[in-house]
């Protein structure tokens, strides 16, 4: 009995840490690969060698004292996600006010101003939203760095 | 298997600090797959509590007490169905129903945001883990559920027989499911102002899951509700149990935020409000934990030991010590975009609805917690009675069931008096036709509850009219028939009018409270068989009295069953069998009530009381046979229209009854509870012969069924509103012109 349980118990050790590590295994495995090619990049760009072999430094910036990230600037597939909630909940907020025209709890003046004004910050959404895929659509520069797996 | 549970609880120990380090390490230098790592040590957290909580299921379910937990609340003689939902009515097995539950449900939410605000799901991860690793470390330290006993006991103490209660077996995982629920907003709601990022994102992000918490909170709540009015003895509606009242509060606070995030949704505002509401519903759900855990109020749910109230209140402090300081060094983020255009729109109703929902929770806060300050202050502990709630929370509850009429009628940011008027029309007249109805119907002059029923009338009346309104304009619109208009604008509308089922179904409820308490006829007398007595309209007779005895051996192969099985074919009253509520009692005394209305048969009831064993040897052989705490299983006749409500208590310490058991803790072996039953069964005999008065409470109350109804079509309106809106299809829209976002708007 013994046995069996130091052989359940090894096996549930073995999955945890294959479980979780598997993101670093992944980016440590591509890690060289990422350093050639920075180190590529960096030469046709005439950078010194220590700072172009440096990953971490190149992903990394200073944190907050307390609080915050290093990563201020979003990933541009996040800030569509973002914009394309925003988007919808526009869509949302302006069905409701035509459904509250058309159950009699606006005013045709309150109506046309409010949805006009809805309307407008939905414009205004989408063309941000529009900027954000333009961008995503240009060739990726290679200083990205890997995506994690699973992230 | 013991040793692999105790594995399990170390190994989950050890991934919950590895987790909280990875995150913030992941976060603070933004090499995400740290981060990553860090998330997907709260799945494997998730597995290894899966098989720990499987191997301690199954230690139940085989009656293996050398679990000190199995032992102490289960026993061979204990309903299979009640074995395997003991797990959770230990001190011990309830921590990891906790944290198993926590791990579950912060995985699916890890899971569900993988993509989504990265820096804030990080700092989450780390205070999920926190809570994990927290209720990891009491079940090392404090509360073991896999230690274990040598040598193994024979038999174990048995579950509570007060638990033994179907709905109970439900009630506790729902209840936890919300507690562990309102963690995640709590930790997102940090996460979000550590990683200063306050916008929009992280609401959106946790609304379902507060929308979930308030859900499983709800029908926890509505459980313990009809188990205490089925089996507690109900003590109205303040004092049925602490515990419950203490999962009131977060449910209270979790509405609010549910109303008030609709607000930050569309028009930026409340954010320092919002914020405060999720941390403070996080922060009462573990402040309810802590009251089961720590055992400081009496409770039928509080664990007895108080080891756990320290570690508890450090956390609660921490907890809040941590929001005061993070809403403050935040606050300049969290300032708000615009302010409320008019006191007669939607935000404003709002703001009133959340004004009074926070009255409620610090009238209950106060009144619940209150024997824990007076003893604090005083040295003694007293306690609130329902006269002190109904003081304060009936016009509260009066306000906010007018509110969650009024709301839904007003539009967004302003409304104008002229559509306001003609808006209220139909509800206050529908409001006032009550009245008149309940007047003329001869209903006795009752302000609160009158106000009650004709608040209900008002959301009734503003309600339907939403739904009318909308059905007709989309009909016009869409030119569809009524009905696939109507089910056309739920499926389009689901959180909206989702919400206005909710909103009913709490006037409903609300309508059968206000009824059964103020209109309540109640009764506590003794009755010998043949006397009756009046309630209300009914009249109540004691016709007969019943007895059963619940052999717990083969009562065929022994001496004592073989006399056993004499006796009762001797005394044809007594059965030999389960009791009838079938939860193990080894001794059940009742009666049979006949129900009769102005000479006419209603129903016949019967209600007893179950004996049940106790593992205390100084009670004698056959003493200790029925030694264990008496539990009344109440009759109760549901109706629509009213309920008739009985409960007995017989006397068993009758100098003839006393005698027998005397008499057998003499003569009758203590290692032979088989012959020991045998006395039991010449007591119930000798109670059928000739039964002595008994105690009733009986109670004819109307419209309680309302209340479970009410519940109901709130859980049938939360449904409707958290179920996932059709797939809309997404565009990639490019345009930059007022005329496709238009275009796009007709496709949303």
């Known amino acids: 009995m013994e046995i069996l349980i130091a052989i359940l118990a090894l096996v549930l050790l073995v999955v945890v840490v294959l479980v979780i590590s598997a993101p670093l295994r992944a980016a440590w495995g591509s890690q060289d690969d990422v350093v050639v090619g920075r180190a590529a990049l960096g030469e046709a760009r005439g950078e010194p060698l220590k700072e172009r072999a440096d990953p971490d430094r190149a992903r990394a910036g200073p944190a907050g004292r307390w609080g915050g990230s290093v990563s201020d600037q979003r990933e541009p597939a996040e800030e569509r996600a973002e914009l394309e909630a925003e988007r919808e909940a526009k869509y949302r907020e302006i069905r409701d006010t035509e459904l509250d025209y058309r159950t009699g709890k606006l005013s045709q003046e309150d109506f046309a101003a409010t949805d006009g004004a809805l309307r407008a910050e939905a414009v205004a959404i989408l063309d941000r939203l529009a900027a954000v895929e333009r961008d995503e659509d240009a060739p990726t520069e290679l200083e990205d760095g890997p995506r994690p797996r699973g992230a | ?748």
């Open chain 2, 1 to 748: 298997m013991a040793l692999l549970g105790r594995i399990c609880l170390l190994l989950a120990l050890a991934v919950c600090a590895y987790g909280i380090g990875a995150s913030i390490y992941g976060v603070r230098t933004g090499r995400w797959e740290w981060a990553v790592s860090g998330r997907r040590s709260v799945y494997a957290l998730a597995g290894i509590l899966t098989v720990g909580f499987v191997i301690l299921e199954v230690a139940f379910l085989r009656d293996d007490f050398a679990f000190n937990a199995v032992a102490d609340t289960s026993s061979r003689t204990t309903p299979t169905f009640y074995k395997a939902a003991a797990v959770w009515s230990s001190q011990e097995g309830s921590l990891l129903l906790w944290a198993w539950l926590m791990s579950l449900w912060s995985s699916l939410a890890l899971f569900l945001t993988r993509r989504r605000i990265r820096d804030v799901a990080a700092y989450a991860t780390a205070i999920m883990l926190g809570f994990g690793g927290f209720f990891i470390s009491l079940m090392v330290f404090y509360a073991q559920p896999f230690a274990t006993t040598s040598p193994t006991p024979s038999e174990g103490v048995g579950l509570d027989p007060l638990l033994r209660f179907p709905t109970m077996m439900i009630h506790p995982p729902m209840l936890y499911s919300g507690y562990t629920l309102c963690t995640i907003p709590l930790a997102f709601g940090m996460g979000a102002l550590l990683a200063r990022r306050v916008d929009a994102e992280w609401i959106r992000v946790i609304r379902r899951f507060a929308f979930g918490a308030w859900f499983f909170l709800g029908i926890g709540i509505l459980l313990g509700a009809r188990w205490s009015y089925s089996e507690l003895g109900w003590g109205g509606y303040w004092g049925w149990d602490a515990v419950e009242n203490a999962a009131l509060l977060p449910w209270l606070t979790g509405t609010a935020f549910l109303h008030s995030l609709m607000i930050q949704e569309k028009r930026g505002m409340l954010k320092v409000w919002n914020v405060s509401l999720v941390l403070a519903t996080g922060t009462l759900a573990i402040m309810g934990t802590f009251l089961v855990r720590s055992g400081v109020l009496n409770s039928i749910h509080a664990f007895g030991g108080q080891t756990l109230g320290v570690p508890f209140v450090v956390l609660i402090a921490v907890l809040i010590a941590g929001s005061i300081y993070l809403v403050i060094t935040r606050r300049e983020m969290l300032h708000t975009e615009h302010r409320i255009d008019s006191l007669l729109s939607r935000e404003a109703a709002f703001l009133a609805n959340n004004l009074v929902l926070v009255a409620l929770v610090f009238v209950i806060l106060w009144g619940t917690y209150f024997p824990l300050i007076s003893e604090a202050l005083t040295g003694q502990e007293a306690s609130v009675g329902p006269p002190w709630f109904d003081r304060y929370t009936v016009p509260l509850a009066l306000i906010l069931v007018l509110l969650s009429g009024i709301g839904p009628v007003i539009a967004w940011r302003r409304a104008t008096l002229a559509n306001a008027r003609r808006n209220f029309l139909v509800p206050i007249g529908l409001a006032l036709a009550t009245l008149v109805v309940l007047l003329a119907a001869g209903v006795p002059v009752k302000p609160f509850a009158l106000a009650m029923f004709c608040c209900a009338a008002f959301v009734f009346g503003s309600i339907s009219q939403e739904f009318f309104r909308g059905m007709r304009a989309r009909s016009a619109m869409a030119g569809e028939a009524p009905p696939t208009a109507l089910v056309a604008l739920v499926r389009r509308n689901r959180r909206r009018y989702g919400g206005y089922i909710v909103h009913i179904g709490i006037a409903v409820l609300f309508v059968g409270v206000a009824a059964s308490t103020s209109f309540q006829h109640e009764s506590e007398l003794g009755l010998s068989p043949g006397q009756s007595s009046r309630v209300g309209a009914y009249t109540i007779k004691y016709v007969r009295s019943t007895a059963s005895v619940t052999p717990d051996y083969d009562s065929s192969s022994t001496q004592g069953g073989r006399e056993l099985s004499a006796i009762i074919r001797a005394e044809p009253g007594v059965t030999l069998g389960p009791d009838t509520a079938r939860t193990g009692a080894t001794l059940s005394l009742g009666a049979v009530l006949d129900v009769s209305k102005h000479g006419r048969h209603v129903t016949t009831l019967y209600p007893s009381e179950g004996f049940y064993a106790s593992e205390e040897p100084t009670q004698g052989s056959v003493g200790h046979l029925i030694g264990g705490q008496p539990v009344s299983h109440v009759a109760i006749d549901a109706g629509v229209t009213r309920d008739v409500w009985t409960a007995i208590a017989p006397n068993i310490e009758t100098p003839q009854l006393k005698r027998i058991v005397t008499l057998g803790n003499r003569t009758l072996p203590y290692a032979h509870p088989g012959e020991g039953m045998v006395a039991i069964a010449a007591l119930a005999a000798a109670y059928m012969k000739s039964p002595p008065q008994a105690q009733f409470h009986l109670i004819a109350s109307p419209l309680v069924m309302w209340i479970w109804i009410g519940g109901l079509i709130v859980v049938g309106g939360a449904l409707i509103a958290i179920w996932p809106a059709p797939s809309v299809v997404r565009h990639r829209v490019r345009a930059r012109s007022r005329a496709r976002a238009e275009q796009g708007l007709a496709s949303a």
